[in-house]
């Protein structure tokens, strides 16, 4: 059975950073990880993603140079580090696996995704 196990997500103040990580579990062979966020009444959209190896990275315009993502693929964890946090980063945040770092940013290509973690930022 594929699990997705987020954690990490909170209420910080505008400037502020967060860390969150991610567990998977039940999946075989090679693929990337990565976050998706949505806000209430907007569609899901890419945030970052990771390699299977952990040296290729793509972020989403809107948190580079913010966001960090990195990946300990010897227990199959993904950790998301958001510094500078804004507003606008407030969301749901979910986990997600893919084939590969091309397929990991179109929500239509997600193979599977975490259940979800709230972020959320005042100002």
């Known amino acids: 059975q594929v699990q997705l196990v987020e954690s990490g997500g909170g209420l910080v103040q505008t400037g502020g950073s967060l860390r969150l990580s991610c567990v998977a579990s039940?999946?075989?062979?090679?693929?990337?990880m990565g976050w998706f966020r949505q806000a209430p009444g907007k569609l899901r959209e890419f945030v970052a993603g990771?390699?299977?190896?952990?040296?290729?990275?793509f972020y989403a315009d809107s948190v580079k140079g913010r966001f960090t993502i990195s990946r300990d693929s010897a227990k199959p964890t993904v950790h998301l580090q958001m510094t500078a946090l804004k507003p606008e980063d407030t969301a749901v945040y979910y986990c997600?696996?893919?084939?590969?770092?091309?397929?990991?940013?179109?929500?239509?290509?997600?193979?599977?995704w975490g259940q979800g973690t709230q972020v959320t930022v005042s100002s």
């Open positions: 039940g999946i075989s062979g090679d693929y990337a």
């Open positions: 990771v390699s299977w190896g952990g040296f290729g990275t």
């Open positions: 997600a696996t893919a084939s590969s770092l091309v397929t990991i940013r179109d929500v239509d290509d997600v193979d599977y």
